[in-house]
């Protein structure tokens, strides 16, 4: 086998293939020469060459989200690490075992004016669950070494081989064990591209670090629920088939029990409720709103899964605040509603198995606000009926029309928030990057899900977070089947129903940022097959024969009227009322 002749760049690879961490997306440059020939001359590595480094996480992010297992980023010294850290942010908060790995310069070049060097020993510090600082192997380059830091060879090798195995070791232990980001840091002296064919290192063999942790005493809290009459289950960002369908059955019989879940939970029963702002807008417009809000206010809510989109639940619930707040995760517990009573430290199926009991109580809770479930949704089919083109209507026939089985991407802000309002097929998996809940890598992570997911994938995205990550389009690694909705309404939509609107030019320029771009030319550039849309009728036109097999992925482009959305969308509430 071939590898670099660089000892720490050896190790590093053989820890990798030891833990079986197989996929490697890898960024251009010198600095990283040692790993990149060491991975891609290696036929356990599955390799992609990613030019932008940003994009290139993202993608990492996008295969590690779908494989749940660790994916790895490498990219050469300087600036080139500091473009990785949106895709890191999003794993640290959205819980992915993202591994970067950035080759660096020796320390005694770093600020003394040597070119493409920065201080990148922790810089993802506030975002990282470790990192591993690597020392400068001295048994390569030691006539340099010697003639520029003649202390660094003070310590030994083997001291700095073992150092430097243990840290590796560490950091992947810990992207395993906590689905979390790490970073390992490699300082390598020139020259670069040595090989050898035998590898002179041995590793350790994987451990397993079985949690001693104390179970979480249930009888009170299964006390609590027993005796509640309104309790709430939200639940947030979430894979799919994580809740053992005999769970969703028995809150779903529960009259006691309302469930609210959104498009990214995962989550389908018809006694749940998907359309949380379709709940709550009719009573924030109500004269009675104080008695209404009180009906549903939970003595008992339980939170699981990832952060939630809805912006209308969070400031009910931190108003109206619930007796008891239970989150239910084996990792972490944020108190989004500031009344959080108990981090519940398990698998949420083991706790619904242990806290489930007989329904012997009934309140009318479900009842209650089922019959506003089904007044909104009637009222839902008659605005659609009487309403012109326009995002709104544009997502409905949509929604309506995604094919059985996909993968569905949601790029965020407008996006994300208009798949709330209609319903998603039960068997469409839905993921989005709700960890930061930025815009800037929608595109690269639809595209790198897409390759370990075996039905199609469909990225439903705005314009804006579109054109910004245009540059995920820029790899040899997307799929025929691969789908993207663009919808189009010249700019960010999305403030003008925020506070602060106003018909002026600073508003359309540094808020909506009013554009007259299209996707047209960019997908000619990318071999995309493209289709467009500004009516009803095209628009379904274009979907019937929009998921067809094609030897081409395709992008449908839909204009939509940026004048008249926000209206329509904040007359819907209106009129659901």
């Given at each position: ?7 720490s ?6 820890y ?27 036929p356990?590595?599955n ?7 940003r ?56 600020d ?71 970073h390992?840091n ?9 090989l050898t064919?035998?590898g002179?290192i041995?590793?350790s063999?994987?451990t ?25 289950v ?9 809740i ?37 807008a ?8 104080e008695?209404l809000?009180?009906?549903?206010r ?12 809805s ?17 239910v ?14 981090h ?37 089919r008659?605005?659609l ?15 309506q ?35 930061t809940?930025?815009?800037d ?10 390759l ?5 994938t ?13 540059n ?7 799929r ?5 909705i ?5 700019g960010?939509g ?32 990318y071999?995309?097959q493209y ?6 009728i ?28 926000d ?11």
């Amino acid at each position: 086998m071939t590898y670099s002749n660089i000892p720490s760049a050896q190790t590093l690879v053989l820890y990798f293939k030891s833990r079986g961490i197989q996929n490697i997306v890898i960024s251009p440059g010198s600095r990283n020469a040692p790993l990149t020939l060491s991975f891609t001359k290696n036929p356990f590595f599955n390799c992609f060459s990613i030019v932008d480094e940003r994009s290139a996480a993202f993608f990492a992010l996008g295969m590690a989200q779908q494989l749940r297992q660790p994916v790895a980023v490498v990219c050469t010294s300087g600036s080139a690490l500091l473009n990785y850290y949106p895709a890191v942010a999003e794993a640290f908060y959205s819980d992915i075992p993202l591994v970067v790995v950035s080759a660096d310069r020796p320390s005694y070049k770093i600020d003394v004016g040597d070119g493409q060097t920065i201080r990148q020993e922790n810089v993802f510090a506030k975002h990282i669950a470790y990192n591993a600082n690597l020392k400068l192997d001295v048994s390569h380059s030691t006539d340099t070494i010697s003639e520029f830091a003649l202390d660094f060879l003070t310590e030994s090798q083997e001291e700095i081989q073992k150092q430097n195995a243990t840290e590796i070791d560490k950091a992947l232990q810990m992207a395993m064990q906590n689905n979390a980001p790490v970073h390992i840091n490699i300082p390598f002296e020139e020259p670069l591209y040595g090989l050898t064919e035998d590898g002179e290192i041995h590793i350790s063999e994987p451990t397993t670090n079985v949690s001693l942790e104390k179970k979480p005493d249930l009888d009170e809290i299964k006390a609590i629920w027993k005796d509640s009459q309104r309790k709430m289950v939200l639940v947030g960002v979430n894979y799919p088939n994580a809740i053992d369908n005999g769970i969703v059955e028995r809150l779903a019989a529960d009259e006691n029990v309302l469930v609210f879940t959104e498009t990214t939970s995962n989550l389908h029963h018809p006694n749940f409720f998907p359309s949380i702002d379709s709940i709550i807008a009719p009573i924030e417009k109500s004269e009675n709103k104080e008695k209404l809000f009180e009906e549903l206010r939970p003595e008992v809510l339980v939170t699981l899964g990832g952060l939630v989109v809805s912006k209308k639940i969070k400031a009910f619930l931190r108003k109206y605040k619930p007796k008891h707040h239970w989150h239910v995760d084996e990792k972490k517990a944020y108190d989004t509603f500031f009344c959080l009573s108990d981090h519940i430290k398990l698998n949420p199926n083991d706790f619904f198995k242990n806290v489930l009991g007989s329904n012997e109580l009934e309140s009318g809770y479900y009842n209650r606000w089922n019959k506003a479930k089904q007044r909104y949704e009637q009222k839902r089919r008659e605005y659609l009926g009487q309403i012109p083109f326009s995002d709104f209507k544009a997502f409905d026939l949509i929604q309506q029309n995604i094919p059985e089985g996909y993968q569905v991407q949601l790029a965020n802000s407008s996006t994300v928030r208009y798949t709330q309002l209609f319903p998603m097929h039960s068997s469409l998996k839905v993921f989005c990057n709700r960890g930061t809940s930025g815009i800037d890598g929608s595109t690269s992570t639809a595209v790198g899900a897409s390759l370990f997911h075996h039905d199609p994938t469909l990225l439903i995205t705005g314009d804006l977070s579109f054109f910004y990550d245009s540059n995920g389009l820029w790899n040899d690694h997307i799929r025929a089947d691969f789908r993207i909705i663009l919808i189009n309404n010249s700019g960010g939509g999305i403030f003008r129903i925020l506070p602060g609107k106003e018909d002026s030019k600073e508003f359309s320029t540094f808020f909506e940022t009013n554009h007259g771009l299209t996707a047209e030319n960019l997908a000619k550039m990318y071999g995309f097959q493209y289709v467009k849309a500004d009516n009803e009728i095209d628009l379904r036109k274009g979907l019937e024969s929009f998921y067809k097999k094609s030897n081409q992925p395709q992008i449908l482009e839909v204009f939509t009227p940026h004048l008249k959305n926000d209206k329509i969308l904040l007359d819907y509430f209106d009129f659901i009322s």
